[in-house]
């Protein structure tokens, strides 16, 4: 039980950690003006925005069902969040409904698509 919760956090630590380099990592090379570069963060950004809490389980190689779960509800709100931020930044930096709901949307149905196919595994 402890080691899949050591695992759980591992996948919290490592999944915020990347997510604040590739962030920081964009406004780089924005700066420098490496625009495949950037765009290539971006999508990876996006990605990881989209699906926080499947990243937190592989991040942290989880084994435990219902520590994948957990993982799955707090990557969902989390990935709630930051969609909101992602489509104010494709907004340029301004906010727009239709894609903020948009965000939302595929952030929700990734998540709540992955925690169904979880809990079909239970026993």
Same mark, same amino acid.
């Given at each position: 039980?402890?080691?899949?919760?050591? +695992?759980? @956090?591992?996948?919290?630590?490592?999944?915020?950690?990347?997510?604040?380099?590739?962030?920081?990592?964009?406004?780089?090379?924005?700066?420098? =003006?490496?625009?495949?570069? @950037?765009?290539?963060?971006? &999508? $990876?950004?996006?990605?990881? /925005? @989209? /699906?926080? =809490?499947?990243?937190?389980?592989? $991040? =942290?190689?989880?084994?435990?069902?219902?520590?994948?779960?957990?993982? +799955?509800?707090? =990557? *969902?709100?989390?990935?709630?969040?930051?969609?909101?931020? $992602?489509?104010? &930044?494709? &907004?340029?930096?301004?906010?727009?409904?239709?894609? /903020?709901?948009? @965000?939302?949307?595929? /952030? &929700?149905?990734? *998540?709540?698509?992955?925690?169904?196919?979880?809990?079909?595994?239970?026993?």
């Amino acid at each position: 039980m402890f080691r899949s919760a050591s +695992n759980l @956090f591992r996948g919290i630590c490592i999944a915020a950690t990347l997510y604040a380099a590739l962030f920081f990592a964009h406004i780089i090379v924005a700066v420098q =003006g490496w625009e495949m570069v @950037f765009r290539f963060i971006a &999508a $990876l950004i996006t990605l990881m /925005t @989209f /699906t926080v =809490g499947p990243s937190i389980i592989v $991040l =942290g190689r989880v084994q435990s069902l219902e520590q994948k779960i957990q993982a +799955n509800a707090i =990557g *969902h709100s989390v990935g709630l969040i930051l969609s909101i931020g $992602l489509a104010w &930044a494709y &907004a340029d930096q301004s906010f727009d409904m239709l894609l /903020t709901s948009a @965000f939302l949307l595929i /952030t &929700a149905i990734l *998540h709540s698509s992955h925690r169904r196919v979880l809990i079909q595994k239970r026993p």
